[in-house]
């Protein structure tokens, strides 16, 4: 990876421009009442994305094809109340406080033992069931990068107990849209007790267009050898394990569907399985995975701060109805999660998810869109 590109990406200062922000769009509201936005960003290549103050939500994001034709490339709803429904599975949300599986919704910190909502039996799973972030509307702001992007800046405060987690979490998630069609997400975070912190953006990806059929014939690199075997109810059991041998080795580009009926009868049902990043010597932002659609030549190629990246299948879509009317069949969607591994809350020896009072979590994930 260039020089000149990690030093672009890794450039988080950020500028208000109360002075120039455009309106939003009405976006539906809440079950109790409340507006709820969507904001738009859009580059000199036409490429668009679009951001709700519900669970600071990435609603659409348009990118081009190697012909120059745009498509909406990941899933979602019209309006808010669709992402109220049982249809939506965390559709591009902002995801925490803890993303992914908290094993049987319990840890202790400091001598306390807290319990936490069992939303995915027996465990907890992606911040709880009421105060998650995905599940609260944040104050938005347009900022600029001083690198030239455009973006939005989502602010909520978590209260001291929200779901069961100890302290109050101030939390900040800004999105930057680059004019080399490069969406940029930067997390922070500031608590006045010591809490675990654990956050993730759930978009579905299909590089096709959300709705295409399937999502099986992208290939898929990821740029791990270890993966983070789990036990029956996908919790860790603490392992670092190779992925060499496995259907989970993508250190080649590889269709997705190429050996999935492999874990069909397994736990996870496909792919639902966390990867160790492998790191580069010296280097705070690394590549986790390069997604490419081979009938649009669109590719997605992710690089992160974090550890660790969830591939999920869309295991579980059902044909729900989505934007434009699209249907979203079994397997047409996947994600690619940055993330600390899950449940490390529970486990010593994985990089710890603990923000103590006075020092300031930071995480970013890029997603750069090319064609060819």
């Known amino acids: 990876m260039k020089n000149a590109f990690l030093t672009l990406i890794t450039s988080l200062s950020l ?17 109790d009442g409340k507006k709820v936005h969507l904001h738009t ?31 909406d490339v990941i899933l979602g709803f019209d309006d808010a109340s669709g992402y109220q429904g049982d249809d939506n599975q965390y559709f591009g949300c902002t995801t925490g406080r803890i993303c992914n599986r908290v094993a049987k919704g319990k840890f202790t910190l400091n001598g306390k033992e807290y ?27 347009e900022i600029t990068s001083k690198d030239g992007g455009k973006g939005i800046s989502f602010t909520f405060t978590s209260p001291d107990g929200a779901e069961g987690y100890p302290g109050k979490l101030s939390v900040t998630v800004n999105y930057v849209l680059l004019k080399n069609n490069t969406l940029r997400i930067y997390y922070s975070a500031r608590t006045d007790k010591a809490t675990p912190v654990n956050l993730t953006n759930h978009a579905y990806f299909n590089l096709g267009g959300a709705g295409s059929k399937t999502v099986l014939n992208h290939t898929l690199k990821i740029n791990a050898e270890n993966y983070t075997p789990t036990d029956d109810t996908l919790i860790p059991t603490g392992k670092i394990a190779p992925v060499e041998g496995t259907p989970l080795d993508f250190n080649k580009a590889t269709k997705l569907g190429a050996r999935i009926a492999k874990l069909d009868d397994t736990a996870a049902l496909g792919y639902d399985h966390n990867y160790v990043i492998k790191k580069a010597k010296g280097k705070k932002m690394n590549l986790a995975a390069v997604l490419r659609d081979p009938k649009s030549g669109r590719v997605l190629t992710i690089i992160t701060s974090e550890p660790g990246i969830q591939l999920y299948s869309g295991n579980f879509l059902k044909d729900q109805t989505g934007k434009d009317g699209k249907k979203y069949p079994h397997r047409s969607a996947l994600c690619l999660e940055t993330q600390h591994y899950p449940d490390s809350v529970n486990q010593p020896t994985f990089p710890s998810t603990i923000l103590e009072p006075g020092k300031k979590f930071e995480s970013t994930t890029v997603y750069r869109f090319t064609a060819k």
Do not use: C
Not at 15 to 31: V, Y
């Open 41 to 71: 960003l859009k580059n000199d290549n036409g490429m668009t994305a679009k951001i709700s103050t519900l669970g600071a939500t990435l609603v659409e994001l348009h990118v081009p094809d190697k012909d120059g034709n745009l498509a």
């Open 115 to 141: 319990s936490l909502a069992i939303n995915n039996e027996p465990n907890h799973l992606h911040g709880g069931v009421e105060q998650s972030l995905d599940k609260v509307i944040w104050k938005a702001k």
């Open 15 to 31: 500028i208000s421009l109360d002075s120039a922000a455009a309106k939003p769009a009405d976006f539906g509201q809440t079950k």
